[in-house]
C-alpha cells in the first residue's frame, strides 16, 4: 500500500510539475524577438545586451530569449572571433540547457529544437578556436535531438532548418562509414535542399527571422553542394538578402557574387556600405573588398588589406591577407622587396588553421616567387575577367614553354580560363597536361584540375569519366585547400550516385 501510494504521489508530483512548466514557461518569438535579433544581424551588440534585460524583465518566462541570448554569444564569436567573449560566455551553455530542461515542457517541439540549436551554435563556435572533439560531439547531439524531434512533431518545420545542414553535408563530412554508421548519420544534398525548401514554403514562418535564415541555408546548399550556381544567383536577387542592410546578409550576398565572376558588383556593394559604416566591427569586409579591388588590379586594393590586418583582432585570414599584400606589390610596382616583406609577415602573423591561411604560410616557407604574368592571370581569373586573363596567358605564352619552372603553373591557369570560358575540351586538355606532368606529386593544384575535370564531364553528362576523375582527385593530397577540394569531389560523388 505504502508503495502504491508512493508511485501515485510521484506521478501526481510529476504531472503537477508539467502543468506548472506549461503555464509559465514558453517560447515565443514575438515583434520584440523580431527587432532583437536584426540588431544581431548589424552587429550592435551592445544595444542588443540592452534590450535583452529589458525584455527579461518584462517576459521572465520567455525561453527564447535564452535562445537569442545564445545568438548573440554566436554571432560575436564566430563573425567577430572573439575570443574573449568565447573564453567569458561557454560555460553558460550548459546553464542555458539546464534552464530550459527545467522550464521547459517536454510536450512542447521548441524545446529539444532550441537544445539543438545551442548546441549546433556552440559547436560551429569551438571551430574556429580549434576545439574539435568538442565541436563533433556537440554536432553530434544535435543532430540526435532534431532527428528524435522530427519523429516526435513531423508537423514542425523549424527542425529543417539544421537538420537540412547536416544532412547535405554528412557525405563529404571526413568521417569513417563505421562512425556515420554507428551514429546513424545519414542524408543526401537533395533531402537537405527538399528539407529546407519545406521551412521556406511554410506560411507561418515568412514573416519571422527563421525565413531569412532559411534563405541563407538554401543559397550555401544549392550554391556550394549542388553545384548549381546559376540558379542560386537568380533565387539571391528576389530574396529578403538582396534587400538586406546588415552586413551578416551582405556578406554572404557578396560571397555568393563573387563566386560568380561579379567582382564589380561586389566592389560596388561593399565601397558603398564600408564608405556609410567605417566603424563596423565586421572587419572582413575590409578584407573582401580588398581582395575584390586586388582580383581588378586597382592601385588601392593594398588600403583595405592593410586595414584589415591592423584592426582585425581573430586569428583567420591574417595570413592569406599579408600574402596578397606581397601580390599588390608585385602586380602593381614589381616591388620585390615589399613582396618579401608581406610575406616575411605571412609567417610572424595569424594562425594557419583554413585553407587560404595554409596557403600563404606554404607559399611563405617556399620561399619562391610567383611569377608577375601567372599572377596577374590568377588575380583576373578570381575576378571574373575570364577574357583579359586568357589574352594575357595566351599573349605571353613563349616564355613559358621556355622556362619549364612554371610550366605546370601556365597549363593550370589556363585550364581554368578556358573552363570559365565554356572551352570544355580545351580546358580538359590543358588539365590533363598538368596532371601528366604533376603524377605523383601532392601539388593542390593536380589535385584541382582532377576536381574541374569532374565537373566538366558530370556537366556534360559522362557520368564514368566524372567518378573517374573524382576519384582520382581523392587519390591527390596536398599540404593546402584538401579538405575544401575534396569535399567538392565527395560531394560530386554524392550528386552522381543519386
Known amino acids: 500500500m505504502r508503495i502504491l501510494q508512493c508511485i501515485l504521489t510521484g506521478l501526481f508530483l510529476t504531472l503537477a510539475v508539467n502543468l506548472c512548466k506549461a503555464e509559465t514557461a514558453y517560447f515565443d518569438y514575438n515583434p520584440a524577438i523580431q527587432s532583437f535579433y536584426q540588431k544581431l544581424l548589424h552587429l550592435q551588440f551592445e544595444e542588443a545586451s540592452h534590450d535583452l534585460a529589458m525584455l527579461a524583465r518584462q517576459e521572465p518566462d520567455n525561453l527564447a530569449l535564452i535562445h537569442l541570448e545564445n545568438y548573440a554569444d554566436f554571432y ?6 572573439d575570443r574573449e567573449v568565447f573564453e567569458r560566455q561557454s560555460f553558460k551553455k550548459k546553464e542555458r540547457i539546464r534552464e530550459i530542461e527545467s522550464k521547459a515542457s517536454q510536450s ?3 524545446t529539444a529544437f532550441v537544445i539543438a540549436e545551442i548546441h549546433l551554435q556552440w559547436a560551429l563556435a569551438r571551430l574556429k578556436f580549434e576545439e574539435y572533439l568538442k565541436a563533433a560531439n556537440e ?9 528524435e524531434n522530427a519523429k516526435m512533431f513531423p508537423d514542425f518545420s523549424l527542425n529543417m532548418k539544421s537538420l537540412s545542414i547536416i544532412h547535405s553535408l554528412i557525405q563529404s563530412i571526413p568521417l569513417p562509414d563505421i562512425v556515420k554508421d554507428l551514429g546513424g548519420l545519414s542524408g543526401t544534398i537533395d533531402q537537405g535542399l527538399a528539407e529546407i525548401s519545406a521551412l521556406l514554403r511554410d506560411e507561418q514562418y515568412q514573416d519571422q527571422f527563421w525565413h531569412q535564415e532559411a534563405e541563407a541555408i538554401y543559397l550555401s546548399i544549392l550554391f556550394f553542394q549542388a553545384q548549381e550556381k546559376e540558379q542560386a544567383i537568380l533565387y539571391l536577387e528576389d530574396s529578403a538578402i538582396a534587400s538586406s542592410e546588415d552586413p551578416v546578409s551582405l556578406f554572404l550576398r557578396c560571397t555568393l557574387l563573387q563566386k560568380s565572376g561579379r567582382n564589380d558588383e561586389v566592389i560596388d556593394l561593399l565601397d558603398s556600405y564600408l564608405k556609410d559604416h567605417m566603424d563596423t566591427p565586421f572587419i572582413y569586409l575590409y578584407f573582401m573588398l580588398g581582395s575584390a579591388k586586388l582580383n581588378r588590379l ?6 583595405m588589406l592593410s586595414k584589415y590586418v591592423q584592426d582585425f583582432q581573430g586569428q583567420h585570414y591574417i595570413k592569406e591577407a599579408y600574402q596578397k599584400l606581397a601580390w599588390h606589390s608585385l602586380v602593381q610596382a614589381n616591388d620585390i622587396p615589399g613582396y618579401k616583406k608581406h610575406m616575411h609577415a605571412v609567417l610572424q602573423h595569424g594562425k594557419s588553421v583554413i585553407d587560404g591561411d595554409k596557403q600563404a ?16 592571370a590568377r588575380l583576373l581569373y578570381d575576378g ?6 586568357y589574352i594575357l596567358l595566351i599573349k605571353e605564352a ?17 585550364g581554368r580560363v578556358t573552363q570559365a570560358l565554356d572551352n570544355y575540351s580545351e580546358a580538359i586538355d590543358y588539365y590533363s597536361t598538368l596532371l601528366d606532368d604533376a603524377e605523383g606529386t601532392q601539388d593542390y593544384r593536380a589535385c584541382n584540375a582532377a576536381l574541374q575535370c569532374g565537373i566538366i564531364y558530370e556537366k556534360q553528362g559522362k557520368v564514368d569519366m566524372a567518378k573517374e576523375y573524382y ?13 575544401s577540394i575534396h569535399q567538392k569531389a565527395k560531394s560530386g560523388l554524392v550528386r552522381l550516385a543519386q
Not at 139 to 147: G, I, V
Not at 298 to 303: Q, R, V, W
Not at 471 to 483: A, E
Request: contains cysteine.
Open 384 to 389: 571574373g575577367y575570364y577574357n583579359e586573363a
Open 139 to 147: 554536432l553530434y547531439t544535435a543532430y540526435q535531438l532534431l532527428q
Open 108 to 110: 512542447d517541439p521548441y
Open 298 to 303: 586597382d592601385t588601392d586594393a593594398n588600403d
Open 398 to 414: 613563349a616564355q613559358f614553354y621556355q622556362e619549364t619552372r612554371f610550366y605546370s603553373d601556365y597549363f593550370y591557369r589556363l
Open 361 to 376: 604560410e606554404s607559399a611563405a616557407m617556399d620561399n619562391e616567387m610567383p611569377h608577375p604574368v601567372l599572377l596577374k
Open 471 to 483: 576519384t582520382v582527385c581523392l587519390s591527390i593530397k596536398p599540404k593546402v585547400y584538401r579538405s
Open 76 to 81: 560575436q564569436i564566430f563573425i567577430l572571433e
